[in-house]
Nanobody, 120 residues
Framework: QVQLVESGGGPVQTGGSLLLSCAAS????????MAWYRQAVGKERELVAS???????YKDPSVIDRFTISRDIPKKTTSLQMNALKPEDTAVYYC??????????????WGPGTQVTVSS
């Protein structure tokens, strides 16, 4: 079992920056990938950025030059540094962790989400 908790969301003006953080707790879950997703009102949840244990990074083209994902693998944390924010970045941001649980099944765990609101 693993629990994820995000922090760092809030309101920000266009062009501003926010740092989102996520901490995983619990044992018996071997995390292989941590990622950030977002879901805007009326839209489907979408992958923003991910980072594997081996350092492979993915970022959505809409954020590739503005957002940076990082991880502290031993501490089971991930962060998303968001710069040059735009109103279209407004969404609930979710942290996720993919990995092997104690039953030997590959699963995805989710945090409850944190709201990011970018005003023009």
């Amino acid at each position: 079992q693993v629990q994820l908790v995000e922090s760092g969301g809030g309101p920000v003006q266009t062009g501003g920056s926010l740092l989102l953080s996520c901490a995983a707790s619990g044992n018996n879950f071997d995390i292989k990938v941590m990622a950030w997703y977002r879901q805007a009102v009326g839209k489907e949840r979408e992958l923003v950025a991910s980072l594997t244990n081996t350092g492979i990074t993915y970022k959505d083209p809409s954020v590739i030059d503005r957002f940076t994902i990082s991880r502290d693998i031993p501490k089971k944390t991930t962060s998303l540094q968001m710069n040059a924010l735009k109103p279209e970045d407004t969404a609930v941001y979710y942290c996720s962790a993919d990995g092997w649980n104690q039953e030997g099944l590959y699963r995805t765990a989710w945090g409850p989400g944190t709201q990011v609101t970018v005003s023009s």
